[in-house]
């Protein structure tokens, strides 16, 4: 079982809805990140939160640190979202990052 | 564009040949980081340089060797690879990787994309 479960693996949408994904960790962190990954191979940061919650344009990542629960919503979804998106933890243990499998959002006209 | 750069974009070896992986940050980080992902598996961390000494080795093969001769520089040798070893090689840089340091965004590389034959 991986140490970084997220939900759903996969999701499909229409263009203009709210989406939610979802981040379950085991272990004690010292911040997680939510991170984007396109089609090509390259993954950009989209948040980095140890507590409360951060908003950036249509992206919204919540974090409950008690829950050990993440979650990422995108408002008024856009075909443009369609990619991977990656949870990962900065465990208290360590400096590395682990991270989930990733959901693969899509998101169709 | 992330401020982190690698070359080549896609490479074709086969298992008898040497090849490397070259990252380059113009971010100004202290750390730089090699993730390996395969089809279907979540990334997974490879090496940490920390002002270019070598902090993790997360139990990788021999076959793969890391260098670092500067902070914005960070190059993977690869010699007799296996074709299990075909994955999308990325690299990451942060201000600084140290628990004591506090935790930083990681700014990734668009990747190689590594095909064993």
């Known amino acids: 079982k991986n140490e970084v479960e997220q939900s759903p693996q996969n999701l499909t949408a229409q263009e203009g809805e709210f989406i939610t994904i979802n981040c379950s960790y085991s272990?004690?962190?010292?911040?997680l990140h939510w991170l984007q990954q396109h089609p090509g191979g390259g993954i950009v940061s989209l948040f980095m939160?140890?507590?409360g919650k951060k908003k950036h344009g249509r992206l919204i990542a919540t974090i409950n640190i008690q829950e050990k629960h993440s979650s990422l919503h995108i408002t008024a979804s856009h075909p443009r979202d369609s990619a991977v998106y990656i949870c990962?933890?900065?465990?208290?243990?360590?400096?590395?990052?682990?991270f989930g499998e990733g959901t693969q959002l899509t998101v169709n006209p | 564009e992330t401020g982190v750069t690698q070359t080549p974009r896609h490479l074709v070896m086969g298992m008898t040949n040497k090849k490397s992986l070259k990252c380059e940050q113009h971010?100004?980080?202290?750390?730089m980081y090699w993730y390996k992902q395969s089809a279907k598996k979540p990334l997974e961390l490879m090496f940490v340089?920390?002002?270019?000494?070598?902090?993790e080795n997360n139990s990788v093969p021999s076959r793969f060797s890391p260098e670092c001769p500067n902070s914005s520089h960070l190059f993977l040798h690869l010699h007799t690879l296996q074709p299990e070893d075909s994955a999308l090689y990325l690299c990451?840089?942060?201000?600084?990787?140290?628990?004591?340091?506090?935790?930083?965004?990681?700014?990734f590389g668009p990747g190689t994309r590594l095909t064993v034959t």
């Open positions: 990451a840089s942060s201000q600084d990787s140290r628990l004591s340091a506090g935790a930083y965004e990681q700014y």
């Open positions: 272990v004690g962190i010292s911040a």
């Open positions: 939160l140890s507590s």
């Open positions: 990962a933890v900065r465990e208290t243990s360590g400096s590395r990052l682990t």
């Open positions: 971010l100004g980080h202290n750390a």
């Open positions: 340089y920390n002002f270019k000494e070598q902090t």
